[in-house]
């Protein structure tokens, strides 16, 4: 399968506390993207980054891409209870042309007050 | 902001009747997209279209079919609907697959049970 791998699958925090989800994925790409989704809603789009890039910054969001080992990480630094969602990594391939993206089965994760 | 919109959150049909799911939106994006997602095995394409009459089939197209009569809007169609078909059904739209950078824009979802 060409979709990409969250880990942990489930992560519970305590409000305060970094929160850092992982994803591997299988071919090279040309950008892998970030999105999160609350429950019982459609995929809000949070951050790219390019293969060219090694880490990126957005509010209190962080990414980081490792593409010799085709991997990437998202923190969320000082998190909230509104920040529990899913969050789903998504990789476009290189070399492609029609837009398609390839999703993980993404990480649950639940912010406590 | 783009706006993609689904017609029905939460709709109920029996086996073997046919269904229709609209999604429409307003930012004159070229590519359009139809997931289905359930718990534990992530999004999965269906079909998606990159131009008014245009689709491509996505990983799991068996038993869809899909309507791109005009650009703003993609209908995914459940020829004859069963009950493995019960599921969230995500539309999502972008602009044209070149170039870098193109997020999809996604509706809130169908939630589509098959009786």
């Known amino acids: 399968s060409q979709q990409g791998e969250e880990d942990p699958q489930a992560l519970s925090i305590q409000e305060g506390e970094n929160a850092t989800m992982n994803c591997s994925y299988k071919?090279?790409?040309?950008?892998l993207q970030w999105y999160r989704q609350n429950s019982g809603r459609g995929l809000v789009h949070l951050i790219l980054i390019r293969s060219n890039e090694r880490e990126k910054h957005s509010g209190r969001l962080r990414v980081t891409l490792d593409t010799s080992k085709k991997s990437s990480s998202l923190l969320i630094t000082a998190s909230r209870a509104a920040d529990t969602a899913s969050y789903f990594c998504?990789?476009?391939?290189?070399?492609?042309?029609?837009?398609?993206?390839?999703f993980g089965r993404g990480t649950q994760l639940t912010v406590w007050p | 902001d783009v706006k993609v919109t689904q017609s029905s959150r939460y709709l109920v049909k029996r086996t073997g009747e046919k269904v229709f799911l609209e999604c429409v939106q307003d930012m004159d994006h070229e590519n359009m997209f139809w997931y289905r997602q359930d718990p534990g095995l992530g999004l999965r394409l269906i079909y998606f279209?990159?131009?008014?009459?245009?689709?491509e089939k996505g990983d799991i197209p068996e038993g869809y079919s899909v309507s791109r009569e005009k650009k703003e809007r993609f209908s995914l169609i459940l020829e004859s609907a069963s009950t493995n078909q019960t599921s969230m059904y995500l539309c999502?739209?972008?602009?044209?697959?070149?170039?870098?950078?193109?997020?999809?824009?996604f509706g809130d979802g169908t939630r589509l049970s098959i009786l």
């Open positions: 071919t090279s790409i040309n950008n």
């Open positions: 998504a990789t476009r391939e290189r070399g492609s042309t029609l837009g398609r993206l390839y």
């Open positions: 999502a739209s972008s602009p044209p697959g070149t170039g870098e950078g193109q997020p999809q824009h």
């Open positions: 279209s990159y131009d008014v009459k245009m689709k």
